[in-house]
């Protein structure tokens, strides 16, 4: 069975950063985009960035080019989210997923496994 564990949220100060993680479990994801979404109240679920598991192409969201970095960890097991600059408009529930984007990377529809989410909170 498939799990994802998010964690790393909490709240920071405008201008700073965290580090976000996503402990990936129960199957192979060699063929798997991992994914970033988040969601703030009221709003739809937005991209924020994925990578292809095994060769490793790099997408973002237009609100995280040039903060954010998606990366795998150096033990093969996780994926996190680095995000510097944080901006109040940032603040959202974080969440990792997993799927076979056939259509649309940044479509949250196309995935099929999701993390529980993480709270990211961004004070001015």
């Known amino acids: 069975q498939v799990q994802l564990v998010e964690s790393g949220g909490g709240l920071v100060q405008a201008g700073g950063s965290l580090r976000l993680s996503c402990a990936a479990s129960?199957?192979?994801?060699?063929?798997?985009?991992m994914g970033w979404f988040r969601q703030a109240p009221g709003k739809e679920r937005e991209f924020v960035a994925a990578f292809r598991w095994s060769d490793g192409p790099t997408y973002y969201g237009d609100s995280a080019k040039g903060r954010f970095t998606v990366s795998r960890d150096n033990d093969g097991n996780a994926v996190t989210l680095q995000m510097n600059s944080l901006k109040p408009e940032d603040t959202a529930v974080y969440y990792c997923?997993?799927?076979?984007?056939?259509?649309?990377?940044?479509?949250?529809?196309?995935?099929?496994?999701w993390g529980q989410g993480t709270q990211v909170t961004v004070s001015s």
């Open positions: 997923a997993a799927g076979s984007p056939q259509y649309d990377i940044a479509w949250y529809e196309e995935y099929d496994y």
């Open positions: 129960g199957r192979t994801f060699g063929n798997y985009v």
